[in-house]
């Protein structure tokens, strides 16, 4: 039988915008990471000693996120050089994959202790320096099978939207007033306090301290997203796709975003030796492929396949995490499955809370878990699309 694995602790950093001047854009994206691991460890009283391995999630492996940054942030918080990291890549979804594999190898009885976790610099390793060049003919990822397999040629995530747009009839009043809402909700629970106790509170190198996201625009209205320009289109893209109308913006879309986050994970056996309270067990996992074209739609069957597992329906869910990295992604989503609008990334989204990519699957989760406690729920579902047509799906249990 396998081992119960839970969740002890969830952390996360400010976000910061992911550009030169950001909150977070001074620190060194493993000293972003060691600052939540050292926390994490802290605030639990735990013996770093006893961590089995750290799996961190980062997407732009290169420059100062290359090296196997996720051991560069373990002993850069202090850690015992006894402990291990690898950091893996799964796109978008690549800490929330991290914390499918620690779980996964605590319900192995491969560990007992693993922090799952991730991060990104967006500002410092810019979106896209792990393949610079692709398209110009200077470095080319997909090599000549891939071009053959699609020799239509693949597009980037904007223009998948675009796609997305298109095929599910979503306008840009629908996807502005979306991402209004993202921003008007995690001002509202700003304001709240909501997010006070997932938050690490940093310090710029300057001395200036940073507690909130930086992300947020409290004033964000619908009128204010209608006056963006189409952020995707271009003249060899308009004529490549005739009858697209264009309607994501920078608006509409998650912003370029600095920062880190972690979850702390035990067999629940473990735990209890340790005098240790779970605040969640993991109930299922599950991930899936999708038309890298349509890379953004994932999110639909993998949700399935969860629900599915877990002899669960969307109803029976009290609350759910759709990424928005674009707000077609959770509308879409919300379509398909009949979901409930009202428990839908009830704090805000990724449109307003940021994508740092690496860190964004254990970011969700933190606000996923902060959400049920709040509100005494159940059951939480947190998915995400990834780049080159995946997406991930992790289904909670709240303990009281």
Known sequence: MSN???????LRTPSGRGKPGGALSGIHPADLLATVLRELVARNDLDPALVDDVIGGCVSQVGEQGYNLTRTALLSAGFPETVPGITIDRQCGSSQQAVAF??????????DVVI????????????GSSISGYGSGEQDPAGQRMRERYPEGLVNQGVSAELINDHWHLGRDELDAFAARSHRLAAAATE????????V???????????????????????????????????????????????????????????ASATLIMSAKRAAELGLTPRARFHGFAVTGSDPLF????????????????????????????????????????QELGADPARLNPRGGAIALGHALGSSGTRLLTTLLGQLEATDGRWGLQTMCEGGGMANATLIERLS
């Not at 799952?116 to 979106?127: D, N, T």
Request: proline share 8%.
């Open 102 to 111: 620690a779980a996964q190898g605590v319900m192995a009885g491969s560990y």
């Open 116 to 127: 799952a976790c991730g991060v990104e610099s967006m500002s410092r390793v810019p979106l």
């Open 4 to 10: 119960e694995a839970v969740i002890i602790d969830v």
């Open 295 to 334: 890379m953004l739609t994932g999110v639909v069957p993998v949700t399935r396949r969860i629900l599915a597992r877990a002899g669960l329906s969307i109803d029976d869910i009290d609350a759910y995490e759709v990424n928005e990295a674009f707000a077609c992604v959770p509308l879409v989503w919300q």
């Open 192 to 199: 709240r306090g909501d997010f006070a106790a997932e938050i």
């Open 201 to 259: 509170p940093l310090e710029a190198p300057d001395g200036r301290p940073i507690e909130d996201d930086e992300t947020i625009r409290p004033t964000t209205s619908h009128a204010s997203l209608a006056g963006l320009p189409p952020a995707f289109r271009t003249d060899r893209l308009a004529s490549r796709y005739p009858r697209l109308d264009w309607h994501t913006t920078a608006g509409n879309s998650s912003p370029l975003t600095d920062g």
